[in-house]
């Protein structure tokens, strides 16, 4: 089983940029699909974005979509988010999650079987 790790959360201003590193031990991102999801308190946890492992495949929410952007180094067993133009709604704990069982992206966390501890992002207005 690969195992997760986020790096790079923190607190920014309304408007800012903030990345997030997601480091994989035990297995190969190249052998994954992989996505971020979030949840804030009180509310359930959701999709954010995702990097498929047949091709190129990504899929971003909504919500986030030209804001946020994901990307995958199997070189360095590494994902990436890059976030920008920051909103008070951005604010949630981000998880890093790895899958096989769809391998375009999937939006949807029951097809993901291995998730990070979380990292948390604020952003204040």
């Known amino acids: 089983q690969v195992q997760l790790k986020e790096f790079g959360g923190g607190s920014v201003q309304a408007g800012g940029s903030l990345s997030l590193d997601c480091a994989a031990y035990?297995?190969?991102?190249?052998?994954?699909?992989m996505g971020w999801f979030r949840q804030s308190p009180g509310k359930e946890r959701e999709f954010v974005a995702a990097?498929?492992?047949?091709?190129?495949?990504?899929n971003y929410a909504d919500s986030v979509k030209g804001r946020f952007t994901i990307s995958k180094d199997n070189a360095e067993n590494k994902l990436y988010l890059r976030m920008s133009s920051l909103k008070p709604e951005d604010t949630a704990v981000y998880y890093c999650?790895?899958?096989?069982?769809?391998?375009?992206?999937?939006?949807?966390?029951?097809?993901?079987?291995?998730w990070g501890q979380g990292t948390q992002v604020t952003i204040s207005s």
């Open positions: 999650a790895a899958g096989r069982k769809y391998g375009l992206g999937s939006r949807y966390d029951h097809d993901y079987d291995n």
């Open positions: 035990g297995g190969s991102t190249s052998d994954y699909e």
């Open positions: 990097r498929g492992w047949l091709g190129s495949h990504t």
